[in-house]
């Protein structure tokens, strides 16, 4: 049975920092691309970041790209988001996601709150 489990949110102040980690089982981890996607109620889940299999290749979405680095650590099936300079937008519910050709699957997620 596949499982993305995310851990690292909580509250933090605008200019704080956190970091997102998700560890994978069940799965061959280093076969998959992985992403964080984030989601505001009432609107669609948006993509974050993603990295390549072995992590040579990485992208980010707009708004984060300066502050926001995907990571991850093959040998121990972890993915990692670190987020610094956190702004009031941020705040989400941020998902991991392991894709690899038509097979998918998402965590359950972990809440990130971005508030003085």
């Known amino acids: 049975q596949v499982q993305l489990v995310e851990s690292g949110g909580g509250l933090v102040q605008p200019g704080g920092s956190l970091r997102l980690s998700c560890a994978a089982s069940?799965?061959?981890?280093?076969?998959?691309?992985m992403s964080w996607h984030r989601q505001v109620p009432g609107k669609e889940r948006e993509l974050v970041a993603n990295i390549s299999y072995a992590g040579a290749i990485t992208n980010y979405g707009d708004s984060v790209k300066g502050r926001f680095t995907i990571s991850r650590d093959n040998a121990k099936n972890t993915v990692y988001l670190q987020m610094n300079s956190l702004k009031p937008e941020d705040t989400a519910v941020y998902y991991c996601h392991a894709k690899r050709i038509w097979y998918e699957y998402w965590g359950q997620g972990t809440e990130v709150a971005v508030s003085s």
């Open positions: 069940g799965l061959p981890f280093s076969s998959y691309a």
